[in-house]
Each structure stands twice: as structure tokens, then as C-alpha cells.
């Protein structure tokens, strides 16, 4: 069993930019692929951006492409999402996902808890 635990979400103004952490309970954080996932209000979830564990390459959604960026520090089991030119439309909760697969695509099979982020225009 992974915990993960999500900070980093508040309130920003459209054009500003906040930095998503995600700390996982497990000693071999090194294994896991780990993704970034958000689901708007009345919305279904959907996928923003992952990073392998195999060889880091990453994939993000195009609604986010150039503008967030995924990335992993194994010694500090933590995830982030560096999320930058916020836009309204980002207003979200988001989740942070671990998976035993080995590319982004894969199913997840632990989830955080969650950390809203609101931009206000």
C-alpha cells in the first residue's frame, strides 16, 4: 500500500503559477510511474501529466502542454507539478497517482487525497 499526500493548491490569479507537491510512502518510490491527474467540478477526471520511473520520460495532456511541467526527486519520494500561465480553466482539485506499470498510459493504482487549485481571472 502507497500513501501519497498532495500540497501546494490555492488561490492564483490567471497568468500566475503554483508548484504541486506529492510525498509517497514507500521505499521504493524509484519504481513507480507517477502521474498527475485533475477533475474540474461537474467534470470527469482527466489525465495532466505522468512521468516514468524507467527512464523519466514524461506525457501531458495538450491542455496543458508548455505550460506545466512534471518531475520527480526519487530521494525525496516526491512528485511536483510546476504549473505555470495559469488560466481559469485549470481550476480544478488534483490528484497525484502511482502506478506499477511502466509508462504513463498505464492504469494507476494509488491516489492521493487531492489539493484544489483555483484561478481566478
Known amino acids: 500500500q502507497v500513501q501519497l499526500v498532495e500540497s501546494g493548491g490555492g488561490l492564483v490569479q490567471a497568468g500566475g503559477s503554483l508548484r504541486l507537491s506529492c510525498v509517497a510512502s514507500?521505499?521504493?518510490?524509484?519504481?513507480?510511474?507517477m502521474g498527475w491527474f485533475r477533475q474540474a467540478p461537474g467534470k470527469e477526471y482527466e489525465f495532466v501529466a505522468g512521468i516514468s520511473w524507467t527512464d523519466g520520460s514524461t506525457g501531458y495532456a495538450d491542455s496543458v502542454k508548455g505550460r506545466f511541467t512534471i518531475s520527480r526527486d526519487d530521494a525525496k519520494n516526491t512528485l511536483y507539478l510546476q504549473m505555470n500561465t495559469l488560466k481559469p480553466e485549470d481550476t480544478a482539485d488534483y490528484y497525484c497517482a502511482a502506478s506499477r506499470g511502466d509508462t504513463v498510459n498505464d492504469p494507476y493504482d494509488y491516489w492521493g487525497q487531492g489539493t484544489q487549485v483555483t484561478v481566478s481571472s
Open positions: 514507500t521505499h521504493v518510490f524509484n519504481k513507480y510511474t
